[in-house]
């Protein structure tokens, strides 16, 4: 593993996105979601923020046990674009990060 911080990008239901992974990152960072912690630009913290809500949707909130309203092509379509997010943020954040995907 490269990078001295360790950073999880793991979707919470109701907001939450990028989380420590390592006791480097929670001495920089602090417990909790770290995204407004972060160097991140506007874009990227948008892009973020679309992605946590688009995720919230996969959720049946009336009653969460049951079955969300999501296809399985739907599932496919989110985690090929956070994927793709997690490439992006790892280069935004650069070397001295780590950012591992963690899917719901």
Not at 26 to 55: C, I, T, Y
Not at 69 to 90: G, H, I, R
Not at 97 to 102: D, K, L
Request: hydrophobic share 40%; proline share 7%.
């Amino acid at each position: 593993m490269s990078g001295a911080y360790h950073i999880r990008l793991m979707f919470e239901w109701g907001g939450g996105s990028l989380w420590c992974g390592n006791e480097a990152a929670l001495k920089e960072f602090d417990v909790g979601p770290v995204e407004d912690k972060l160097l991140l630009s506007n874009a990227m913290l948008e892009r973020l923020n679309a992605l946590s809500q688009w995720h919230d949707t996969a959720l049946n909130w009336e009653y969460p046990p049951d079955p969300g309203p999501w296809s399985t092509d739907e599932y496919a379509k989110f985690e090929a674009e956070a994927l793709n997010f997690l490439s992006e943020l790892q280069a935004e954040l650069g070397p001295e990060f780590e950012v591992v995907y963690e899917p719901s």
